[in-house]
C-alpha cells in the first residue's frame, strides 16, 4: 500500500429539500454571485426559481451565465470568468451537471488569474487562488461534486482534456436525489456507465490496495443492482439517491486511497469520440471499456479475474469481459461504434485523432499499434 494524505474539504449536503440551505450557506461567502446554468433544464424542472428565491432571501446580488453545453468548452469558461471579474463576484452558484460543475470550478480559478482558462490545461499556468464554488448538483454521474477535477474541450485545438488543482473542490455541494427525477433515460443510463468507469479506473490504477479493491466492488454493486431498476423508474427517490450516492463515492478519492495512481486510458480513449463527435461522455465509456479489455487482458489477467470473481461469479477473464458488456447493453448504453453511428468510415479520424492526442492511461501503456485494434474491438 502506498503513502496516502486523506483531504477532501467539500461539505456535502445530501438528501431531500437541502436546497434550502444554499442561501445561507452562500450569505457566509459574499453578497456578489456568480450563477452558472446549462441550457435550460433547471428552469424547466423549477429548480432555477427555488435557487433565486434561496439568493433572494439573504440579498444577493445575481449575475448569470448560461447556455454551457455538454461537454463543456473553454470560450464558455473565459467569458463567463470575464464576466465574473468585471462584476467582482465573491461567489459561484453551479447548478446542473458535471459540465456546469466542472465549467465552474474552472471559472473560479480563472477569475482572479487575468488568463485563458486553456492556460492552466496546457500546462502554461498554475491556478493561485480561487473563488468559493457552491455546486447544486442536477445529475449522477461524474463525481465533480466531491473532486478537484474538471474536464473541458478546445475546440479549436480538438482537444478534450482533464485537469486537477486542490482549489478547485467545490465548498459546499447540495446533492437532493428529487432534482435528478428530470434527467432523461439516457442520461440516467451515461450517469451509471460513468460511474462505474470511475470505479474501474481506480481499480486498475498502480498499487496494491486491497480495501479499496473492496470499496470499487461494493460501488460498482451498487449501481449493478439499482441502475437497471433506476432506468424503469426515473421518478424512484430511494433508487436516485442510491445511484447519486454511488455516483459521489466512485470518485472522491475514495477508491485510489492506497493506489499510486488511476488507470483513465478508456476516458482518454472517450474523451477522442467526444471531441470528434459530441458524444455524451457515458456513452463513450460504454463503448471503449470492453474493447481497452480486450486489448490489454493479458497484461491483467489476475486483475480482471478478480474482478470477475467479486462482480459476476467467474474465473474467467473472457466472461468478465462479456458480463461487463451485458450490463452496459442492459443499461441501454451503446457497446459499439456503429450504435452511435459511426461506421468504418469514421475509423481512422478515430486512429488520427488517438494518435494527436496520445492516448494513453498511466500505468498500463498502449502504443500507437494499438490504436487500430482498439478501434477493431469498438466497431
Ligand atoms: O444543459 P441542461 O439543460 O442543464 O441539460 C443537461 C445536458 O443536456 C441535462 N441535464 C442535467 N441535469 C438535468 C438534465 N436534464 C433534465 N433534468 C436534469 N435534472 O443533461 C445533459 C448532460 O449534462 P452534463 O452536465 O453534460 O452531464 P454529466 O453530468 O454526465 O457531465 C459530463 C461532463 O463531465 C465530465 C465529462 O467529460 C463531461 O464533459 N467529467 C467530469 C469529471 C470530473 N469533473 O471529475 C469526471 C468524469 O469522468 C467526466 O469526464
Ligand atoms: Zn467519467
Known sequence: MENFIV???????????VVNELGNTVAKYGKRVLLVYGKGSVKQTGLYQQILQQLTKVKAEVYEYSGIKPNPVVEDVDAAAALGRAKAIDVIVAVGGGSVIDSAKVISITIPAYQSAWDFFAQKAKPTSAIPVMAVLTLAATGTEMNPFAVLQNV?????????????YPRHSFLDPSNTFSVPKNYTAYGVVDLIAHALE???????????????????????????DLLKNLRDYD?????????????NGITINGRV???WGVHSIGHVISVLYDTPHGATLS???????????????????????????????DKTIEKLEALFKKLESPVRLKEIKLTTNHHQQIIDQMIKSKVNGANIRLTEEDYPRLVSFMA
Do not use: C
Open 202 to 228: 481506480s481499480y486498475f490504477g498502480k498499487g496494491d490496495a486491497s480495501l479499496s479493491d473492496k470499496i470499487v466492488f461494493s460501488v460498482i454493486k451498487e449501481a449493478m443492482e439499482y441502475g437497471p
Open 261 to 263: 495512481s488511476g488507470e
Open 156 to 168: 479549436r485545438s480538438k482537444n478534450k482534456q482533464g485537469f486537477g488543482n486542490p482549489l478547485m
Open 7 to 17: 483531504h477532501n474539504p467539500t461539505v456535502l449536503h445530501f438528501g431531500r429539500d
Open 239 to 251: 433508487l436516485r439517491a442510491r445511484i447519486m450516492y454511488a455516483a459521489t463515492l466512485a470518485l
Open 287 to 317: 463503448i471503449a471499456y470492453p474493447a481497452w479489455l480486450k486489448l490489454v487482458k493479458d497484461q491483467i489477467p489476475e486483475r480482471i479475474q478478480l474482478l470477475g470473481k467479486n462482480l459476476f461469479n467467474t474465473d474467467s477473464i
